[in-house]
Nanobody, 123 residues
Framework: VQLQAFGGGLVQAGDSLRLSCVGS????????MGWFRQAPGKERDVVAG????????YYADSVKGRFTISRDNAKNTVYLQMNNLKLEDTAVYYC?????????????????WGQGTLVTVSS
C-alpha cells in the first residue's frame, strides 16, 4: 500500500493551493479516503473525508467553506482544494485510507497514512 501526497508549498494568507494524493497497492475506487493535518506540537487531526464514490464528504469545522475534497477513481487520486488559506492552516498534510467504503470522521476510522506534504501559510 502506498499513498503519495504532493502539492504543498509556501503561500500567502488568502491564497489557494491544491493537494493531490495518489494511492496504489489497493482497490482505490472501493474505499474511503481522507486528509489529515498536523501542526507543530499538535495532534494529527482529520481535515476532510470522502466516500468511495465521491458523493459524500465530511469537513472539520475549521475548514468548512474553504476546503473541498474530491477524488478521481480513474486516476487513483484524491484532492484537497484549499482556498482562502489562513496562518493556522500551516501544517503537514497527510492523506489516509480506510478499508471501508464510507467516509471517516476521525483518526480512528482510518487504517493507513502516507507521507505528508508541508503547507506553510505566511502573512
Amino acid at each position: 500500500v502506498q499513498l503519495q501526497a504532493f502539492g504543498g508549498g509556501l503561500v500567502q494568507a488568502g491564497d489557494s493551493l491544491r493537494l493531490s494524493c495518489v494511492g496504489s497497492g489497493f482497490m482505490f475506487g472501493s474505499v474511503g479516503m481522507g486528509w489529515f493535518r498536523q501542526a507543530p506540537g499538535k495532534e494529527r487531526d482529520v481535515v476532510a473525508g470522502i466516500n468511495w464514490k465521491g458523493d459524500s464528504t465530511y469537513y472539520a469545522d475549521s475548514v468548512k467553506g474553504r476546503f473541498t475534497i474530491s477524488r478521481d477513481n480513474a486516476k487513483n487520486t484524491v484532492y484537497l482544494q484549499m482556498n482562502n488559506l489562513k496562518l493556522e492552516d500551516t501544517a503537514v498534510y497527510y492523506c489516509a485510507v480506510r478499508w471501508k467504503s464510507g467516509l471517516g470522521r476521525d483518526r480512528a476510522a482510518y487504517d493507513y497514512w502516507g507521507q505528508g506534504t508541508l503547507v506553510t501559510v505566511s502573512s
